[in-house]
Nanobody, 122 residues
Framework: QVQLVESGGGLVQPGGSLRLSCAASGFSFSGYWMYWVRQAPGKGLEWVSTINGEVTMTDYADSVKGRFTISRDNAKNTVYLQMNSLKPEDTALYYC???????????????WGQGTQVTVSS
């Protein structure tokens, strides 16, 4: 079955960096757009970034543009989120998610991981 397992979260000081990973299994990984989304305490879900299967397109929310970088390794069935210059407002539970259908970006998610907590605080 489809599984997405995030890792790499933690506590970091403002200005610091973290690299999140999401290991995927149970489906043809390279055929799917993948997403990072986050949920801050008391707030709704926020889209953070996306990458297509061919690694020819990436996109970012304005709030993270220039600080975060999404990437993927299709040989390892893993998607990454490199987060630099972290701010307290980046504190959230970060999820990776799969698009609901292969080969196109519908920005609708059908599978999620369990999330990894990122806390930015001094």
């Amino acid at each position: 079955q489809v599984q997405l397992v995030e890792s790499g979260g933690g506590l970091v000081q403002p200005g610091g960096s973290l690299r999140l990973s999401c290991a995927a299994s149970g489906f043809s990984f390279s055929g799917y757009w993948m997403y990072w989304v986050r949920q801050a305490p008391g707030k709704g879900l926020e889209w953070v970034s996306t990458i297509n299967g061919e690694v020819t397109m990436t996109d970012y929310a304005d709030s993270v543009k220039g600080r975060f970088t999404i990437s993927r390794d299709n040989a390892k069935n893993t998607v990454y989120l490199q987060m630099n210059s972290l701010k307290p407002e980046d504190t959230a539970l970060y999820y990776c998610a799969r698009d609901r259908a292969p080969y196109r970006g519908y920005f609708m998610y059908d599978y999620w991981g369990q999330g990894t907590q990122v806390t930015v605080s001094s």
